[in-house]
Structure formats: structure tokens, C-alpha cells
């Protein structure tokens, strides 16, 4: 326990900007979005998450491979980070438009849903980075598609659906 004490204050030292995903696209008007590669590379961090998470369990019950253990948890931690950063830097600072006085209450509640679910990913993936309870990375799957619901059109969640379950 103290070993795995350990390992995680050393990760409380290592930057988040060291994933190698932080930069994911530059905030200049340049009007080039990828939505749906958004999301679908949010859905191979948590999958990477999952696989780190199922990783740290059997090396820990083996009780030997630190150097091992430390990879798996640091690559765990960068792809909750690219989340993180995903949401924050492309989503909220660019996607997610607050609605004009004009646009109604509907435009208004839909805005807040998605606040409200980014948020959620946010959270997910902090939690991702806490422990190795994979119940989070189905929150970032479940949070991810919600909010895709809310987004894109019916022929668009139509291929994502189909990425989403070929992955599983």
C-alpha cells in the first residue's frame, strides 16, 4: 500500500501538459472542427483508461513490476488528462455556443444540459485519475454519447453509434 501511496505522489508531480494529446487544436478562428473525431477520441482515451485501470489491477495482485505499474499509471493519468483537456480547449472554449437573448428557452436549456454534461466528463476523468474504479470510464462513455444526443444529428449519432459499439 505504501508503494501505491507512493507511485501516486509521484504523479501528482508530473504535469499535465505532458500528455502527448494536450494540444489537440489551436483556438484561432480558423473554422476547421472535427466534432465527431472529438468524440471518437475521447471514447479511445477512456478505453486506454479502461485497459490502464484492468493493467494496474494485475500487475498490483502480482506484487512485482513497479517500473511497469508506473507506466500504466501514468498512461492512465495523460489519456484522463486529454480528456480533460479535450473538454475544456475544444469543446467549451470553441463548440458549445452560449445561445443569443433571442434564441428562446429551449436554445437556453440546451446549453446548460451541456455545461452540465461536459462537466461530467471533466469529473469522470478526474475520478479516472483517483482510483482505478472503471465504473468512471463508463461515466465518460455514457457522458460522451449523451452529449453527442444533444449535438449531433440523428445521421451523425447513426455513425457514431456504430464506432461506439464496434470499439466494444
Not at 20 to 48: F, N, S, W
Not at 60 to 82: I, T
Not at 117 to 137: E, F, P, S, Y
Request: proline share 2%.
Amino acid at each position: 500500500m505504501k508503494r501505491i501511496a507512493l507511485l501516486f505522489a509521484l504523479f501528482a508531480v508530473v504535469p499535465s501538459f505532458a500528455s502527448p494529446k494536450a494540444l489537440r487544436h489551436c483556438q484561432i478562428p480558423c473554422g476547421i472542427y472535427g466534432d465527431q473525431a472529438r468524440v471518437a477520441m475521447i471514447l479511445e482515451d477512456a478505453a486506454t483508461i479502461e485497459k490502464g485501470m484492468k493493467m494496474i489491477g494485475e500487475l498490483e495482485a502480482e506484487g512485482k513490476d513497479s517500473n511497469q505499474l508506473v507506466r500504466w499509471v501514468m498512461n492512465k493519468d495523460q489519456h484522463a488528462a486529454a480528456i480533460q483537456e479535450t473538454v475544456a480547449s475544444y469543446w467549451l472554449a470553441q463548440r458549445i455556443k452560449a445561445p443569443q437573448e433571442t434564441d428562446g428557452e429551449a436554445a437556453r436549456l440546451k446549453y446548460w444540459k451541456q455545461l452540465e454534461q461536459m462537466h461530467g466528463l471533466t469529473v469522470a476523468a478526474m475520478k479516472c485519475k483517483q482510483t482505478t474504479d472503471a465504473v468512471h470510464v463508463a461515466s465518460i462513455r455514457k457522458g460522451i454519447m449523451a452529449f453527442s444526443e444533444s449535438y449531433f444529428s440523428e445521421e451523425d449519432m447513426k455513425h457514431l453509434r456504430d464506432h461506439h459499439e464496434k470499439g466494444h
